[in-house]
């Protein structure tokens, strides 16, 4: 801090901000995290992102036999620590990026300047909003918003599992799982997809998957692990029970932007922060976002992780122009 004014104030807690942390402390920034509270919305969020739904982190390099999301978010923040990056367990609440340096308030109603921000703040999954979906979905129980994160897991391997969505965003994941699932059932609210021609075309051409046209999810069955779902006939309301071994929301993500609203940042058409090209940084000078939080497409841990990484030394390079050392 600089006569009281932050150098950067890095806003969200999941693998970008705490890489953002880590490269912004080790580039003698003193960077400062505000991680954010525990809500419900209708799932769990938790600081950390959305790794802290996720039992099983596989497919991230340097952990071969895997490591749970808690855990990873863990070492990522004792990692940020360790070079003197501050945490502050608070939500940022307000921005205006109209002047600077920024001012920020938190939800105690503290206020904050700082001479540069990284947004970090992740994308959350739509849930059905299910009791028993988030249960089984916190504790690994078979119930999960990312096939290529978990569709890998051996409780999937050869088993029945089931897909809600009829977007792009669920065919992809059926398709992905049917490469290890027995059979993939794409459960969808509506008779027709809205997905694209050739991605519809591609999965229902996979003798593996099957739709079950207008139906949507009323109950997820299992204690410790999923063992069926309760299905509602939209048109006839009659309900039936079918077994399934692993259950896959695709119905969506929701950016956390909604604090940013009126500060002048540019958003794409589904209210993700829209960047330049290959770079962190936003419609706002000295604003840079990193994660999910500006990524649609490939919304992975190591991905973000990379992002947060890019933000940091585009952070750096820009406070350096200022003349902020």
């Known amino acids: 801090m600089h006569d009281g004014i932050e150098k950067v104030v890095i806003i969200g807690s999941g693998p970008a901000g705490w890489t953002a942390a880590i490269y912004a402390a080790r580039a003698s920034l003193s960077p400062v995290v505000y991680v954010g509270v525990p809500a419900s919305n209708p799932a769990p969020v938790l600081p950390g992102g959305q790794l802290m739904m996720t039992t099983e982190v596989e497919n991230y390099p340097g952990f071969p036999h895997g490591v749970t999301g808690p855990e990873m978010m863990q070492k990522f923040q004792e990692q940020a620590e360790r070079f003197g990056t501050r945490v502050v367990g608070d939500d940022i609440v307000h921005c205006d990026f109209s002047q600077r340096p920024f001012t920020l308030k938190t939800g105690d109603g503290k206020v904050v300047r700082t001479h540069s921000v990284i947004i970090a703040t992740g994308a959350t999954a739509n849930w059905l909003g299910l009791k028993n979906e988030l249960h089984l979905a916190q504790t690994g129980g078979g119930v999960s918003a990312c096939a290529v994160c978990d569709g890998a897991l051996p409780i999937y391997r050869g088993a029945t599992v089931a897909v809600v969505g009829g977007g792009d965003t669920a065919m992809e994941e059926a398709s992905y799982l049917t490469k290890f699932a027995g059979k993939v059932l794409i459960i969808h609210r509506r008779d027709s997809f809205r997905a694209s021609k050739a991605m519809q075309e591609r999965i229902l051409k996979d003798p593996k998957a099957e739709v079950l046209w207008n139906k949507v999810v009323v109950d997820v069955i299992g204690e410790k692990r999923i063992e069926a779902v309760e299905l509602e006939d939209t048109?006839?309301?009659?309900?039936?029970?079918?077994?399934?071994?692993?259950?896959?929301?695709?119905?969506?993500?929701?950016?956390?932007?909604k604090f940013l609203q009126g500060t002048g940042l540019t958003f794409d058409d589904k209210g993700y922060v829209a960047l330049?090209?290959?770079?962190?940084?936003?419609?706002v000078d000295g604003i840079f976002a990193a994660g999910d939080v500006a990524d649609p497409t490939y919304r992975q841990a190591v991905s973000a992780a990379g992002m947060g990484c890019q933000a940091a030394i585009d952070c750096e390079r820009w406070l350096a122009a200022q003349g902020v050392h």
Do not use: D, M, Q, Y
């Open 276 to 283: 330049a090209t290959r770079s962190s940084a936003t419609s």
């Open 235 to 257: 048109l006839t309301k009659e309900r039936s029970r079918v077994s399934v071994g692993g259950l896959f929301i695709a119905i969506g993500h929701s950016p956390a932007t």
